[in-house]
């Protein structure tokens, strides 16, 4: 009995030792699984509260989870992944990234080797060489019963038949001759006299003894042409009656031109009579034409801030066409400071006002950019002289340099319109002054106004809001600017006057391509607008360097463009979004 109690208690300890083992670890190993979900769901709340999402395209997509960028549909990346470990003015893009905004970058260069950078290039055009005009004009009065050269563009040659005139002044005067013709002998002085009268009225001897020995008096009486060249101007017509002296026709002589170019002020010291100046043209690029620099206009256009630099060329051939566009390029004598320093594009320097950004890649083998700040000295064509901040052999973005700095101010980096307390400057640094930014409010209607017209290519409407927007910027005192603002409205103003005078939408759109860069830097400042503007960028346009323009859709409308293009670009930045 006693042995069977002690085996019913070792059955029980035993069963209980065993549901320990089996049930207990389950219990531990339940316990550590909760315990480990717990920090791992604690580890992803935490994370869902500090990590973020973005695209390397468009920074300004910030989302909570990974997915795809809902603009371009690319791969989100964690926003703090590409800029661990780089200073407030580093910025890393992706390789997607930069091949979407097609950003370029390019391999700096001395000055110092390159002809071209020590030479200056001018826009201008080919226009009638005056000192060869003339023209021609009635001898007497008259009416003009037939022109024979009605059109301008006609070839006339010395000794021509331009028109013919009935001069009742020239009837009296032969009845005259014919009358003394008989007394020639016996009254010389007085037959002479009339005789002379007739030189007078331009008529011939030919002329003045046909006349006389028929005995007939003529009613109508030829003009002919006293030079050959080509008609530039018809300043008459059939039926028109004319005084002595008054003009017919403006003849020219195209055996040789003028080529004149408009030279800024600060590039007037470069010039003087006498200095060779290579021309090409867009109808024949690949060859230059010799010319000599003749005139340089003493009197500084007031509108344009320009100085007319004139070169006569000869043009036997008749290659160069009146009001055909040019380009001359003048080599200027090589300074130390010119051999010291590296010329870079236009198009990859950012104007703030007070200083010229451009973004540096300073990482052969990633997409690592480094916004510095440079010193610009003369600019020679589509090229600026940098005499600070850049050396032989930097790598700089030329192209998409506006999409680079947009990401960077959307992170928080240093950006063309965030300096950063890394580069010590104060909050009053970063704006502008009072007065810009009251005329940019008030020609911003008439800027979009002038937009639409190109995208319509109304020239007329075109030149209209020109003018409006540069009579506004005109009225700005200067003493109201800070200089490097006065220099950017100059330019401004200029480049509003080429687009006024051109009749060539083509060369209106690359004159706006200019006025874009002058004014966007400032407009991108302006806080509290009615609306939000879009920067949008066209990459196909300025010789696939790509130019901007503001809108107040996102909807693309390319101004740079005809209608079957229209779409062609990319908002690259919001302002006062």
Not at 89 to 110: D, H, V
Not at 203 to 227: C, D, H, M, W
Not at 427 to 436: A, C, K, Q, R
Request: glycine residues 6%.
């Amino acid at each position: 009995m006693n042995k069977n109690i002690l085996y019913i208690i070792i059955a029980v300890l035993l069963g209980l030792f065993a549901g320990w083992v089996i049930f207990g670890n389950d219990s531990v190993a339940s316990e550590n699984r909760v315990g480990n979900t717990s920090k791992v769901d604690q580890h992803d709340h935490e994370n869902d509260g500090s990590e973020m999402w973005t695209c390397s395209m468009h920074p300004q997509i910030m989302l909570s989870e990974a997915g795809d960028c809902p603009i371009c549909g690319m791969d989100l990346i964690p926003a703090n992944s590409i800029q661990d470990g780089l200073a407030m003015n580093e910025i890393k893009m992706t390789e997607n990234a930069m091949a979407l905004a097609n950003i370029q970058t390019t391999i700096i260069g001395n000055s110092s080797g390159n002809m071209d950078l020590n030479s200056i290039s001018l826009s201008g055009k080919i226009a009638t060489n005056e000192e060869n005009n003339s023209v021609q004009a009635s001898y007497f009065d008259g009416r003009i019963e037939r022109l024979n050269v009605s059109y301008e563009g006609k070839q006339v040659n010395r000794g021509q038949l331009l028109a013919t005139i009935y001069a009742p002044n020239l009837v009296a005067a032969q009845q005259e001759l014919i009358t003394t013709a008989s007394l020639k002998e016996s009254q010389p002085a007085l037959y002479n006299a009339v005789r002379n009268k007739l030189k007078n009225w331009k008529l011939s001897e030919k002329q003045i003894t046909a006349i006389e020995s028929s005995g007939k008096v003529r009613e109508n009486f030829p003009v002919y042409a006293t030079v050959s060249g080509t008609v530039a101007q018809v300043m008459a017509n059939e039926g028109d009656y004319v005084k002595q002296g008054q003009p017919i026709l403006k003849v020219s002589n195209l055996n040789s031109v003028w080529a004149e170019f408009d030279a800024y002020e600060n590039q007037i010291m470069q010039f003087k009579i006498g200095q060779k100046i290579a021309v090409t043209t867009n109808a024949n690029p690949n060859k230059n034409y010799d010319a000599i620099v003749s005139f340089i206009d003493p009197i500084l256009n007031t509108s344009t801030r320009t100085v007319t630099i004139r070169a006569t060329i000869e043009n036997k051939e008749g290659f160069f066409k009146p009001g055909m566009f040019v380009t001359g390029k003048v080599k200027t004598s090589p300074t130390s400071t010119v051999s010291n320093s590296v010329m870079i594009p236009a198009s990859a320097v950012l104007w703030t006002g007070r200083r010229s950004i451009v973004y540096v890649k300073t990482s052969p083998n990633e997409p690592i950019f480094e916004m510095r700040e440079i010193t610009l000295g003369n600019r020679s064509g589509d090229n600026y002289q940098v005499v600070d901040g850049l050396e032989n052999g930097d790598a700089i973005v030329t192209n998409g340099t506006f999409t680079v700095d947009a990401a960077a101010q959307l992170q928080g980096k240093n950006s063309m319109m965030n300096k950063g307390e890394d580069l010590s400057i104060t909050n009053n640094d970063l704006g502008m002054s009072m007065e810009l930014s009251r005329r940019l409010r008030t020609v911003l209607p008439q800027y979009l106004e002038m937009k639409e017209a190109f995208i319509k290519v109304d020239s007329k409407n075109i030149t209209k809001y020109a003018s409006e927007i540069q009579k506004n910027l005109k009225s700005i005192k200067s003493s109201d600017l800070i200089s490097e603002e006065s220099t950017s409205v100059k330019e401004a103003i200029a480049t509003l006057s080429l687009i006024k005078s051109s009749k060539d939408i083509d060369r209106q759109r690359e004159y706006y391509i200019i006025l874009n860069q002058n004014l966007i830097t400032y407009i991108m400042k302006l806080e509290d607008l009615k609306q939000p503007l879009y920067i949008q960028k066209c990459p196909m346009v300025n010789g696939d360097k790509g130019a901007i323009w503001l809108s107040t859709e996102s909807v693309v409308q390319n101004p740079y463009h005809s209608e079957d293009m229209l779409s062609c670009g990319s908002v690259i930045f919001t302002i006062n979004e």
